[in-house]
């Protein structure tokens, strides 16, 4: 299955911990991602535009207060998918997260990268995976037979057409 490539824009503090994820997301998404990190807000919040598909924000920066970095990466892109990595599993902030526009909240522990690859994978590949559910495969299959046909009949219409000039 093809897919266009996202752009993803990861801010996390810790350059082990950024690395740990960007070496993973690259091994298991190859050719879907361009990936960049941040360490901090500001240079994140620079580089989000309208054609960043996934924000992965570190909610425990130091010094930074991420819900704040949430809400205005939101209000330059509100259809950036944004995925909050806690240290704190506490379900008030991720309630808080949720309420201020973030669609996934990880915490940090061992299932961490299991999880974020999850969630990336239902980011790109939903498009396909709808289509699949709703008209299944043997429907799928079918709609392409019956549309080669179609272009076929049109284009031997065609020449048939150009003979008789």
Do not use: C, H, W
């Not at 992965?56 to 949430?70: A, H, M, S, T, W």
């Not at 049109?154 to 000039?165: A, E, H, M, N, S």
Request: a neutral charge; charged letters at 20%.
């Amino acid at each position: 299955m093809e897919t266009n490539i996202q752009n993803l824009l990861l801010l996390e503090d810790n350059p082990q911990s950024s690395a740990r994820i960007v070496a993973f997301l690259e091994t298991k998404f190859p050719n879907s991602l361009s990936i960049s990190t941040f360490t901090n807000g500001d240079d994140l919040l620079k580089s989000v535009k309208s054609d960043t598909s996934i924000v992965i924000l570190d909610y425990d920066l130091n010094g930074e207060q991420g819900d704040l970095i949430l809400q205005k990466i939101k209000a330059i892109n509100p259809n950036t998918e944004v995925i909050i990595l806690s240290s704190d599993d506490d379900i008030v902030i991720a309630i808080d997260a949720y309420r201020k526009g973030a669609k996934s909240f990880v915490p940090k522990n061992k299932n961490t990268l299991a999880r974020i690859q999850t969630i990336i994978s239902k980011i790109i590949y939903y498009p396909a995976a709808i289509i699949q559910r709703f008209f299944g495969f043997k429907e799928l299959v079918a709609i392409f037979i019956v549309e080669v046909f179609y272009i076929g009949v049109v284009v031997f219409v065609g020449f048939q057409l150009l003979k008789f000039r």
